[in-house]
Nanobody, 120 residues
Framework: QVQLVESGGGLVQAGGSLRLSCAASGDTFSNYAMGWFRQAPGKEREFVAAIKWSAYYADSVKGRFDISRDNAKTTVYLQMNSLKPEDTAVYYC????????????????WGQGTQVAVSS
């Protein structure tokens, strides 16, 4: 399994941008599909985006967020643009061997999370 460490969260005004990073270590990074999930207070963890060779997005972020990966740096990124207050959540990076999936239970490695807060 890989170990994951997220960074890049913070406080931003609505309409602003943030880029999250997730550094992986411990196994062959290119063998893993990588996902971003988020969890707002009182809500279930939800899918945001995933990538192995192709990228997949939740409808709520399509056209605003961009997931990418750099296998040489064993890092996955989430570029978040046109942020809205409803994007406020703890964002988690996750990894699984095989193809990208949208359900949290399909992933077996998780980072500690990074807080994103969007003010109106």
């Amino acid at each position: 399994q890989v170990q994951l460490v997220e960074s890049g969260g913070g406080l931003v005004q609505a309409g602003g941008s943030l880029r999250l990073s997730c550094a992986a270590s411990g196994d062959t990074f290119s063998n893993y599909a990588m996902g971003w999930f988020r969890q707002a207070p009182g809500k279930e963890r939800e899918f945001v985006a995933a990538i192995k060779w192709s990228a997949y997005y939740a409808d709520s972020v399509k056209g605003r967020f961009d997931i990418s990966r750099d296998n040489a740096k064993t890092t996955v990124y989430l570029q978040m643009n046109s942020l809205k207050p409803e994007d406020t959540a703890v964002y988690y990076c996750a990894a699984r061997k095989g193809g990208p999936m949208t359900k949290p239970k399909e992933y077996n490695s998780w980072g500690q999370g990074t807080q994103v807060a969007v003010s109106s």
